[in-house]
């Protein structure tokens, strides 16, 4: 068996450019910060050496929907921003507080 990387650039509206490497169906995703402002920038000031900053999960295995995701998740699991952005596939994305997801940003990705 032989294995393909696929390496594609992308700038989203959440503060990065961002580079994703597939293999197989696994995608990893780097993410470089544009700008002080940048969440990616404050990660990278709280964490020197880098590491995982979020996990990024399809709502079509979920919900289908983005919006009926978040709203099965209200009183359990507090969105970053409730009001999806669009995110570095040009598709709506929606960010978990990590303090609800044992310490990890999650994002919500609509398919």
Known sequence: MSWVAVINM???QVGGATSDVSIGL???RL???L????P???FLK???AGGIHHICLEALFTLGDIHKAVNSLKGKVRALNPEPKIGAHGKPVV???PKDCDGVLVELEQE
């Open 46 to 48: 709280r964490n020197p």
């Open 26 to 28: 696994n995608t990893r």
């Open 10 to 12: 992308r700038r989203g």
């Open 31 to 33: 993410l470089h910060p």
């Open 35 to 38: 700008g002080e402002d940048s």
């Open 95 to 97: 960010f978990l507080h």
């Open 40 to 42: 990616i920038e404050g």
